[in-house]
């Protein structure tokens, strides 16, 4: 396991900087545990996935119209890619977004350790709800499906 020094800030030209967290195979139990009792998206997307690509600035605009929604993108790019992925990231929208990167060079024990069933597919979503019970897709995003699923969420007034 990689430690969280690995955190990579960027910044490009009049761009928000971000911050890259190191997703390992014990990452999401802590984005369970930081969002508990609330529901949130994880998207996994790469650099050389072009449909990843194209939607990665409709994420933000989910955030932003559910608010009690946590968005999580992670980037399953080689931890080599880290700069790439901050660059790229720097120059979209992604207020209110956390952003992520495979920090394992064992993608498979990443993918396994998130669920058994993903052989690596791209783009990857999953939805938790407020028991953290996922559901997945594989394939370019569906918005219709996640404001479907978000709307039978209960609300909470005070997020």
């Known amino acids: 396991m990689l430690c969280l020094a690995f955190a990579v800030l960027a910044t490009v030209s009049n761009a928000e900087p971000v911050r890259l967290r190191p997703f390992d195979a014990g990452s999401l139990d802590s ?3 930081a969002n ?10 790469s650099l050389y996935c072009e449909p990843c690509r194209d939607e990665i600035g409709q994420w933000a605009g989910l955030g932003r119209a559910h608010p009690g929604v ?8 080689p931890p080599q890619e880290r700069a790439r992925i901050a660059d790229f990231l720097a120059k979209q929208d992604l207020r209110g977004v956390e952003t992520w990167a495979f920090a394992d060079e064992s993608d498979e024990r990443v993918r396994f350790a998130v669920d058994r069933g993903w052989r690596g597919e791209l783009p990857r979503t999953y939805i938790f709800d407020a028991s953290h019970r996922a559901e997945a897709r594989s394939g370019p ?5 996640i404001e479907r699923k978000l709307a039978l969420q209960p609300r909470d007034p005070g997020r």
């Open 36 to 45: 508990a009792g609330r529901p949130f998206l994880l998207a996994f997307w």
């Open 31 to 33: 984005i369970r545990r």
């Open 141 to 145: 995003l569906d918005t219709r499906w």
């Open 70 to 77: 946590v968005v999580v993108l992670v980037a399953t790019d």
